[in-house]
């Protein structure tokens, strides 16, 4: 293992955090016929005459197994979460005079002052700010974890999944938190490194690994909430020219609320550029100009949790998208873009399918998908009285990469696509199945160990004719 740690980029903000002037760090081959049948000319035709991708494991061979991913980036996932929200409580609470109760009748005033919070706090630095990221130097692992230690008893960790609180009681606690245990694990295995400035967002350089992650964060607000039922379709967002659709005839379209995510403008960019591009630009320089990376063959992973999830799957297509056009936007990015998400609800129709399939069959982009069986969120065709509340047609939407179905008691199913009914995820556990607790647990079942010592391309493979 190599311990140089370079930081979690966090180059720029999103989501509801843009609308609310938040500043959050978190520690981010399928061939195509053609109308007549024929493979495309970069393909072959197998044996049963389907398209088969030319893009060969032979390609593949030093690649990591299923089984590292799945655990780093799950951890980096559930990471987003926890330092998000111990950034936001840092600067609502700062300096701030508060209240706790001294007995039945009496309660006494307090100042919020804690210590040395420039360890995970930036804005207050000398140093000039990149126009590509937010923060003004590094946050490293080991500054999280000292401020954590120095600071505890201003917090409240959630047990089982949820918010961080601000404890008004300013209770002392000696023993660690969950969030600092990951932090130590991280670091000795090299899976967070930190450096630059984002909001709902990070990018993980892991040096070990040869790895640069972008991790989305997923749902935490009724913004987030309002963004998540817009099921409305964008037709132009990821389409807006003829050069960006490859399958001819068709009407792709996004999911509305992840797409405005993604294509709003970032407050404060100098550039007024989007989302998107900003980050885009954060990466695309880290893969030409960090030392450490540059010209080393660094892999790039898009991860993330329900919403985060989302714009995982559309950001690493756009990636992927400008990567088979040769845009000079992502010319540093490796030619593959692999996503892995976890809860993934369905971002688009058919048609952004045929576009997201067209993409894996050039070899551009991979999206291993796992969803726990009872969880409603990864499924199409949302039935009452959770409809109710839905704008668009969900009806209209599918799912896209590999699947892996994680079961409470059996192991993990495998195949291509996988779409499900939200009518068939239904339970009354539907909700706890979602939780990334319940995916630790999930992951975790010795039965699946075997399906995760596969790549990603044999995983691809064991998918199946994975052509319609």
């Not at 295995?189 to 990070?202: H, P």
């Not at 990018?203 to 987030?224: C, E, P, Q, Y």
């Not at 409809?387 to 409470?408: D, E, F, P, R």
Request: proline letters at 3%.
């Amino acid at each position: 293992m190599r311990y140089t740690f370079i930081s979690i980029l966090l180059c720029a903000a999103l989501a509801a955090s843009v609308s609310h002037g938040q500043e959050v760090v978190s520690a981010s081959d399928v061939p195509v016929a053609d109308e007549n049948g024929v493979c495309q000319n970069d393909n072959t035709a197998a044996a049963d005459g389907s398209c088969r991708s030319n893009y060969s494991l032979s390609e593949a061979v030093q690649e990591d197994t299923v089984d590292v991913v799945i655990h780093a980036l799950l951890k980096i996932s559930d990471f987003v979460y926890s330092f998000a929200n111990v950034r936001r409580i840092v600067k609502a609470n700062e300096g701030q005079t508060r209240k706790k109760s001294t007995g039945w009748f009496s309660s006494e005033k307090y100042t919020v002052a804690y210590d040395t919070p420039a360890l995970i706090l930036t804005q207050d630095g000398a140093q000039e700010r990149s126009k590509h990221k937010l923060f003004k130097y590094v946050v490293t692992p080991d500054a999280i974890k000292l401020f954590m230690e120095k600071n505890r008893k201003w917090f409240d960790e959630p047990e089982g999944g949820g918010d961080w609180k601000f404890d008004k009681t300013v209770t002392e606690k000696t023993d660690p938190f969950l969030l600092e245990a990951s932090v130590v694990e991280a670091t000795q295995d090299d899976e967070f490194s930190t450096k630059g400035g984002g909001l709902v967002y990070g990018v993980v350089v892991n040096l070990t690994r040869k790895w640069i992650t972008i991790a989305f964060r997923g749902t935490i607000g009724s913004t987030d909430i309002a963004t998540d039922r817009d099921f409305r379709l964008d037709h132009e967002s990821f389409f807006e020219s003829e050069d960006d659709i490859f399958v001819s005839g068709g009407k792709p379209g996004t999911h509305m609320g992840f797409t405005t995510y993604l294509m709003d403008e970032k407050k404060g960019d100098q550039d007024g550029r989007k989302c998107l591009d900003r980050i885009l630009t954060c990466v695309n320089e880290e893969f030409k100009s960090n030392p450490d990376v540059a010209g080393k063959d660094f892999d790039l992973y898009v991860t993330g949790h329900s919403l985060g999830c989302g714009l995982a799957n559309l950001f690493a297509f756009k990636a992927a998208q400008l990567k088979a056009k040769d845009d000079e936007s992502v010319k540093y990015l490796p030619k593959k873009i692999t996503a892995l998400t976890f809860a993934s609800p369905t971002v688009g129709n058919d048609d952004y399918n045929k576009e997201f399939q067209y993409l894996e069959k050039k070899g551009n982009l991979r999206h291993i998908r796992i969803a726990n069986e009872g969880d409603v969120v990864p499924t199409n065709n949302i039935i009452p009285p959770a409809s109710l509340a839905i704008k668009g047609n969900t009806k209209l939407y599918t799912q896209n990469g590999v699947n892996l179905h994680l079961h409470a008691d059996k192991e993990v199913e495998v195949d291509y696509r996988a779409t499900k009914s939200c009518w068939s995820q239904t339970s009354l556990s539907s909700l706890d199945n979602h939780m990334v607790t319940e995916y630790y647990k999930r992951v975790e079942l010795l039965a699946n160990k075997k399906v995760y010592q596969q790549t990603v391309e044999e995983l691809y493979n064991a998918a199946g004719d994975f052509t319609n």
